[in-house]
């Protein structure tokens, strides 16, 4: 194998540590997180790969809400 080969292979495995590094502290943060719903206030906790790979801005992530329904807003909340 040539040296581009493995300066390809070490990019790649780098890559994919800093993938799993980044799942690992979101199952973490999962874990003790619920979420409230900003049109009814309805509190709640969706599916790990939907929590992480919801569209999300800081502590605001974009869910459908299972009381009311309504594609909002819900604002993480953690446990203590």
Same mark, same amino acid.
């Given at each position: 194998m040539s040296v581009g080969g493995y %300066?390809?292979? !070490? %990019?790649?495995?780098?890559i994919l540590f800093v993938f799993l590094v980044a799942a690992l502290i979101g199952y973490f943060v999962w874990r003790k !997180? #619920?979420?409230?719903?900003? =049109? *009814?206030?309805?509190?709640? =906790?969706? =599916? #790990?790969? =939907?929590?992480? $790979?919801?569209?999300?801005?800081?502590?605001? #992530?974009? $869910?459908? *809400?299972?009381? *009311?329904g309504e594609t909002c807003s819900h604002t993480l909340e953690t446990d203590n």
């Open positions: %300066i390809a292979l !070490s %990019i790649t495995g780098f !997180s #619920y979420f409230v719903c900003e =049109k *009814c206030g309805h509190t709640h =906790k969706p =599916k #790990y790969l =939907k929590f992480l $790979f919801g569209w999300h801005m800081f502590d605001n #992530y974009l $869910f459908t *809400c299972p009381n *009311c």
